[in-house]
């Protein structure tokens, strides 16, 4: 059974940083991208960053690029975006998304506010 959870979402203020993780279950984890996602109010689900399999490459949405960064840790089975210079149009509920498959987490709210 897959399983895949995000973790470390909450309230910081702008200009502050979190680091969000995804702990996944179930499936070779190693195998696999690792895409981002996030969903702001009434808007569409956006991808923003991904990391690959092979030497670890990245790729990030114009949007977070400079700010974010994506890593993962197989031995963990665990991915990580770390989120520097937080601003409020960041907020949005996050997920991660094994690639190429159908396994979605419930995702973490990530709320950017003075």
């Known amino acids: 059974q897959v399983k895949i959870v995000e973790s470390g979402g909450g309230l910081v203020q702008p200009g502050g940083s979190l680091t969000l993780s995804c702990t996944a279950s179930?499936?070779?984890?190693?195998?696999?991208?690792m895409a981002w996602y996030r969903q702001a109010p009434g808007k569409e689900r956006v991808e923003i960053a991904t990391?690959?399999?092979?030497?670890?490459?990245?790729t990030y949405d114009e949007s977070v690029k400079g700010r974010f960064t994506a890593s993962r840790d197989n031995a963990k089975n665990t991915a990580y975006l770390q989120m520097n210079n937080l601003q409020p149009e960041d907020t949005a509920v996050y997920l991660c998304h094994p690639r190429p498959t159908n396994f979605w987490g419930q995702g973490t709210q990530v709320t950017v506010s003075a």
């Open positions: 990391i690959g399999t092979i030497r670890d490459l990245q």
């Open positions: 179930g499936y070779p984890f190693s195998d696999f991208a």
